[in-house]
T-cell receptor, first 113, second 112 residues
């Protein structure tokens, strides 16, 4: 039981390049989330999904797209990376939202030059 | 504006000592308050979740308290260990929504 895994762990991009971050969970959770964490700021929600085939915008969705084609996977895409997207990205999953524990992945450190 | 503020920003204590971290929030109404522990370079791990009707919840040496009237929560760590060195994040869920509001965390360092 691996919990929540993220691929890759580190990545360096040039401005304008694209990439996809992969999140996978093996706990059969319905809800999945993508957050970014920047120095001096709390975790901020980018996008989330309440089930396979669904996605919804979070607090800071601009510049990102997501897809949830399979229940266990949640993909975060950057179509044209910008230096402002340099951050640590965390994926999380939970059975629900309001009173349920969120389980976080180990994070992806992304640098955009 | 719905906000979660934590204090202090950072704290240094000696191994074996107790400490208390504070969380003040303006989120209203709220459904629950969570405390997470985040080790350097790792994702956050849940310590406690309290609903608005709960006053206290423990998880081993960690005890969280909640005063919904004053909109304050605290996390008390007893007999600290070196492994307690981490950031501790307070999170409040806005009532009847999917919105979680994160504090910026308190960075705790425990020295031998």
């Amino acid at each position: 039981n691996a919990g929540v895994t993220q691929t890759p762990k580190f990545r360096v991009l040039k401005t304008g390049q694209s990439m996809t971050l992969l999140c996978a969970q093996d706990m059969n959770h319905e809800y999945m989330y993508w957050y970014r964490q920047d120095p001096g700021m709390g975790l901020r929600l980018i996008h989330y999904s309440v089930g396979e085939g669904t996605t919804a915008k979070g607090e800071v969705p601009d510049g990102y797209n997501v897809s949830r084609l399979k229940k266990q996977n949640f993909l975060l895409g950057l179509e044209s990376a910008a230096p402002s997207q340099t951050s640590v990205y965390f994926c999380a999953s939970s059975t629900g939202v309001r009173t349920d524990t969120q389980y976080f992945g180990p994070g992806t450190r992304l640098t955009v030059l | 504006k719905n906000q979660v503020e934590q204090s202090p920003q950072s704290l240094i204590i000696l191994e074996g000592k107790n400490c208390t971290l504070q969380c003040n929030y303006t989120v209203s109404p709220f459904s629950n308050l969570r405390w997470y522990k985040q080790d350097t370079g790792r994702g956050p791990v849940s310590l406690t979740i309290m609903t608005f009707s709960e006053n206290t919840k423990s998880n081993g040496r960690y005890t969280a308290t909640l005063d919904a009237d004053t909109k304050q929560s605290s996390l008390h760590i007893t007999a600290s260990q070196l492994s307690d060195s981490a950031s501790y994040i307070c999170v409040v869920t806005l009532y009847n929504t999917d919105k979680l509001i994160f504090g910026t965390g308190t960075r705790l360092q425990v020295f031998p």
